[in-house]
């Protein structure tokens, strides 16, 4: 039996405390909760206090008799001191020894083992202020279990999920075995915690290097004499992303652009053009490809246009329209088609039906399907669903630097 001193931080994951909790009493442990103010948030004293049958501590107040129950005495009556999860503003402050609540406080007064499982957005793990603080932790003999890596509940990929509660009690308590009841657990060494997985994820830039990707982006414009044009709202924004990703994983990308007014990533050969016709041949040139990610919003039409320009005089037009390229179904059908093809879909409606329909209509094996009845077009987020053969997963809304992340993630993982 341990006793582990819990402490709850603030953020979504916060729910799984409870479960934490509900498994180390079935296991035999006692468990005392504090809870900060952030994580009364999401969680409740209440349900705390009943999963732990204990008491749940949540300010400096709480502990009105100093003499029976101070901070001091609370932080070493236990065998061990869990944070679980720690948000980023916790391990900033623990690194900073920074002591302005219970929690903190506890933390700075404690003489006992303590384990500090993270869990936040992916871009406030990997920031870097939030790396020096979990190293200058590490380096004073605190353990820290990283966070998984998957899809996250504000929406975004990647490392900075609590692992689940089951997990987390094997690594402290590994003599608990999860659900079973078994008591006599000791607590497990600290040194093994920090192991470095059996086989660690390819470094950033290295991981599709040797690959030629190929990407579409923006809008195309359609003449419809010389000096005016039908375009769509299409920024770009998505594609150039995507492009980036691709290069920053170690990928040769050629990023095939309509009109956009956006910089060239780092890395990445663009090719600029305007209309549909001008890209399908920019895209069967850039042949052949590993990866094609076919983003660009193509005019389904283009106007058979007039060499002079049209005169207000002769009265409104009569626009005649041709279809254009698809470049997606070409490619689909092409003898040196991609080994990945994937296309995206703005839908706004039935979004997975029609992007379902579309993967096999244009022979993709991916289809993005962007919910587009937000202001997706031009804006900086997404809200996407990746279509493959095994069906549709729904990814929460990211920004568009996300998805693609998580798109070239995927990726690296396919060509695996
Ligand atoms: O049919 P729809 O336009 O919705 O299909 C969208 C997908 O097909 C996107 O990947 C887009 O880049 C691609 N596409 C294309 N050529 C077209 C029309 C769409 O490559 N003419």
């Known amino acids: 039996m341990s006793r582990i001193l819990l402490i709850v931080g603030g953020g979504i994951a916060a729910y799984k405390a409870a479960e934490l909790i509900r498994l180390a009493r079935k296991a035999g442990h006692m468990v005392t909760p504090v809870l900060t103010a952030g994580g009364a948030h999401f969680v409740t004293p209440m349900s705390l206090a009943a999963l732990a049958e204990s008491p749940v501590y949540t300010s400096l107040w709480d502990l009105k008799d100093e003499a029976e129950m101070g901070h001091i005495q609370l932080s070493r009556a236990a065998d061990l001191v869990l944070v679980c999860p720690a948000t980023a503003d916790l391990v900033a402050k623990m690194a900073a020894g920074i002591a302005d ?28 202020a939030t790396q020096a603080n979990i190293a200058a932790l590490r380096t004073r003999g605190i353990t820290v279990i990283d966070p998984d890596e998957g899809p996250m509940a504000c929406g975004e990929y990647g490392p900075g999920r609590l692992p689940e509660p089951a997990a987390i009690l094997a690594q402290i308590l590994p003599d608990t075995e999860s659900g079973s009841g078994a008591v006599g657990a000791t607590l497990a060494p600290l040194a093994p915690l920090h192991q470095p997985a059996a086989s660690p994820p390819p470094r950033s ?3 599709l290097k040797g690959r030629h990707i190929l990407v579409t982006a923006g809008p195309t414009h359609e003449p419809i004499d010389p000096v005016r044009m039908i375009a769509n709202r299409s920024s770009g924004k998505q594609g150039f992303a995507i492009a980036a990703a691709a290069a920053q994983a170690g990928a040769r990308v050629t990023l095939i652009a309509g009109p956009v007014a956006l910089p060239t990533p780092g890395g990445v050969a663009r090719i600029d053009v305007e209309t549909a016709d001008q890209m399908a041949a920019a895209v069967e040139a850039a042949l052949p490809a590993d990866v094609a990610i076919l983003v660009a919003a193509v005019a389904d039409w283009k106007v058979v246009a007039s060499a002079r320009k049209l005169k207000k005089a002769d009265g409104a037009p009569r626009l005649e329209f041709a279809a254009n390229p698809d470049i997606l179904a070409t490619l689909g059908q092409h003898p040196d088609r991609p080994r990945l093809l994937i296309g995206f879909a703005a839908e706004t409606d039935n979004v997975v039906a029609n992007a379902s329909a579309k993967r096999l209509a244009k022979n993709a094996d991916w289809i993005v399907a962007n919910d587009v009845s937000g202001d997706v077009m031009g804006g900086d987020h997404n809200r996407v669903h990746l279509i493959t053969a095994a069906g549709a997963k729904e990814c929460p809304e990211a920004t568009k630097e996300e998805v693609a992340q998580y798109l070239i993630r995927r990726i690296i993982e396919d060509l695996a």
């Open 205 to 207: 830039g290295e991981a």
């Open 101 to 128: 609540d219970l929690a903190t406080t506890l933390l700075l007064a404690t003489d006992k083992p303590v384990v500090v499982v993270p869990a936040m957005n992916v871009r406030m793990w990997q920031h870097a």
